[in-house]
């Protein structure tokens, strides 16, 4: 090689050099505006979103979900969270007995002095879905400018008050409205969403007569609704239904202004009956009558007690801290949620209904009630033979706030 061409030789490689370097910027603005991997169609993204459970939602408030999110949900069924198992979940409860000033006083457990507090930590696991944590903004954003209502019983009130609770972690209701005692009648409005909850004492759902001093049994015209929720019916948007209880107590039926019979009487004129076919008559006139407008309406199902067969004032009574394990639904329970299934199946295609379902997941929390802790301090005076216990209710915090989150579910379908 001669010395010219070695001279040579550096200059071409810098211009090749050159060359490769002017290249590699038009190579990267090709890669990122013309990429190669655009060709590849949505469908396999859709696809994956399609199969997305529905109760794993994102728990933003704020996330603007597309058109083809609502499509999808639309088209899926609601993921089966009524089987499962609860789980140990250590982040326990969005609030406790100090910090809601709606408890009512017989299920404030903590404040009431309860010692345990493993009852305050389990999670309802479904087998194919998972629940996300109540999401208060959330909700008062799905129910921005609307009226929602508990009708019915002191479970209807139970999971009233567990919502409150759970939305003052973000925004204090104002009470507006009340008339008797232990919010039987009450009215509450957050202004900052414009959402109004109210709660309207109906044991029975259909018309009626509760026994007092001079009864000593219900009196139910079961063809009927109860007229103190029924004349507001118009101005409910959405309606959350929940009794049962009371049906088990002696009372007199009428039907069409004659008596159809009794349950538990001891009149001799009066043709026992029992009270699983008035139970299912009351049901279906109120779905019957809420039907319609396009209003909403939510089925609570059955809330098993746990006495087990043991007096109200037994000492022990409903004493658990864990739930039960591989409990399943049988005699009261299993028939109470059966009618309610069937009835709102048949209801499903005449209203926007939905039934939540918590008699199984129910049944597994005998921890989850207030016992003995329905009054504050049982044992401050030693350990008595007999004893008041609430194995019905709901301690708040406790397992009836997983009620309310499912709930959620519910309205934001309904939103879509």
């Not at 100090?98 to 006083?105: A, L, Y």
Request: proline residues 5%; charged residues 25%.
């Amino acid at each position: 090689m001669g010395l010219n061409e070695q001279q040579n030789v550096p200059s071409q490689r810098k211009i090749i050099v050159f060359i490769v370097l002017a290249f590699i910027p038009i190579a990267l603005f090709r890669l990122c505006f013309n990429n190669p991997f655009s060709s590849i169609k949505d469908t396999s993204l859709q696809d994956s979103a399609a199969n997305v459970v529905i109760t794993s939602f994102s728990s933003s408030s704020q996330e603007e979900e597309s058109q083809e999110s609502f499509d999808h949900i639309q088209d899926e069924p609601l993921c089966d969270y009524t089987q499962g198992n609860w789980v140990r979940d250590e982040i326990g409860p969005l609030y406790n007995g100090s910090t809601c000033g709606t408890i009512k006083d017989g299920q404030n457990c903590f404040r009431h002095g309860r010692p345990d507090s493993g009852y305050l930590y389990w999670k309802w696991k479904p087998n194919e879905c998972d629940i996300p944590r109540f999401d208060s903004n959330r909700f008062l954003d799905l129910m921005r400018d609307k009226h929602l209502a508990f009708i019915g019983d002191s479970m209807a009130r139970n999971q009233l008050e567990s919502l409150l609770c759970l939305l003052s972690t973000v925004s204090s209701p104002d009470l507006v409205y009340r008339n008797g005692e232990d919010n039987k009648f009450r009215r509450w409005r957050f202004e900052s969403h414009n959402v109004t909850v109210s709660v309207y004492w109906s044991p029975f759902l259909v018309a009626g007569l509760e026994k007092s001093g001079n009864l000593d049994h219900n009196v139910l015209h079961i063809d009927r609704v109860d007229e103190r929720w029924g004349n507001d019916l118009e101005r409910f948007d959405t309606v959350v239904v929940s009794v049962g209880h009371w049906f088990l107590h002696p009372a007199v039926y009428y039907e069409s202004g004659s008596v159809l019979g009794c349950h538990s009487c001891e009149t001799s004129n009066c043709t026992e009956v029992g009270f699983y076919d008035v139970f299912r008559k009351a049901i279906r006139t109120t779905l019957r009558a809420v039907a319609g407008s396009g209003r909403e309406v939510i089925l609570t199902t059955f809330s098993p007690s746990h006495f087990e067969g043991r007096p109200w004032d037994s000492l022990g009574a409903c004493n658990m801290t864990k739930p039960y394990e591989g409990k399943v639904l049988e005699g009261l329970d299993l028939d109470m949620r059966k009618i309610e299934i069937e009835e709102y199946t048949a209801a499903a295609a005449e209203v926007r209904l939905e039934v939540l379902d918590v008699t199984a997941m129910s049944v597994l929390r005998p921890d989850g009630h207030p016992g003995p802790y329905m009054y504050a301090d049982p044992f401050k005076n030693g350990v008595p033979e007999r004893i008041p216990n609430d194995c019905l209710h709901w301690c708040l915090p406790g397992p009836v706030d997983t009620w309310n989150e499912i709930m959620i579910e519910m309205l934001r379908r309904w939103k879509v």
